[in-house]
């Protein structure tokens, strides 16, 4: 199956810094999500971004599927940030989601 | 509009015991995956039912089983648990058996001692 790995695996912020997420993956991906764990445990999709950049809000997200690589920005970081991102993959050879470890993002006040 | 609703929240078995986790996708979805998330990893993927059938499956045994109903709703049904069966059992749903876009359930956190 395809690997994913996520860095940094752990990160903590002070309220209102900026931040970069990284996710890199060993294959050619036709389907790539960045998702959001919250403390109590809710996944919430923050993109769907199999390429190319989107924005939403205070988070926006790029992927350069020819480099493998997908990063997530957490701009003015809020204590409800908290909590671990994943980032989730679907290769062409391997049809299955597949998702990193994530990232445990602290923002403190 | 509801989103994806999962039951129990808790669960507590013995070893040995079966167990069926409950779910129901978001308004609009026919499409429904289960995945397995032990404390501190990521999701593992288990199964992904469409059209009432499983078409994908991860790497889990056989006591791993599912089914999907007409309204497509979802049943995880694991027989003889062991104690590493002990996770947060999470539902996605999603559209037409596609993986993009998933929306997913708070979860059943199931303890097996």
């Known amino acids: 199956g395809i690997q994913v790995e996520q860095s940094p695996p752990d990160l903590i912020l002070q309220e209102g810094a900026n931040s970069t997420l990284r996710c890199n993956f060993s294959?050619?991906?036709?389907?790539l999500q960045w998702f959001h764990q919250n403390p109590w445990g809710q996944l919430i999709n923050l993109f769907y971004?199999?390429?190319g950049t989107k924005q939403n809000g205070r988070l926006s997200a790029t992927t350069v599927a020819t480099e493998r690589y997908s990063l997530l920005y957490i701009s003015s970081s809020q204590t409800t940030d908290s909590g671990v991102y994943f980032c989730?993959?679907?290769?062409?050879?391997?049809?299955?989601?597949?998702f990193g470890a994530g990232t445990q993002v602290v923002v403190t006040p | 509009d509801a989103g994806v609703t999962q039951s129990p929240t808790h669960l507590i078995k013995t070893r040995g015991q079966q167990v069926t986790l409950r779910c129901s996708p978001k308004?609009?979805?026919?499409?429904v995956s289960w995945y397995q998330q032990a404390l501190g990893q990521g999701p593992q993927f288990i199964f992904q039912?469409?059209?009432?059938?499983?078409?994908q499956r991860g790497n889990f045994p056989d006591r791993f089983s599912g089914h999907q109903f007409p309204n497509y709703s979802s049943e995880l049904n694991v027989n003889a648990l062991l104690l590493g069966d002990s996770a947060l059992y999470l539902c996605?749903?999603?559209?037409?058996?596609?993986?993009?876009?998933?929306?997913f359930g708070s979860g059943t956190q199931l303890s097996v001692l």
């Open positions: 996605a749903s999603s559209l037409r058996g596609a993986n993009e876009k998933l929306f």
């Open positions: 294959d050619s991906v036709n389907n």
């Open positions: 971004i199999p390429s």
């Open positions: 989730a993959v679907t290769s062409v050879s391997w049809g299955k989601l597949q």
């Open positions: 308004s609009g979805h026919d499409t």
């Open positions: 039912y469409y059209e009432e059938e499983e078409r």
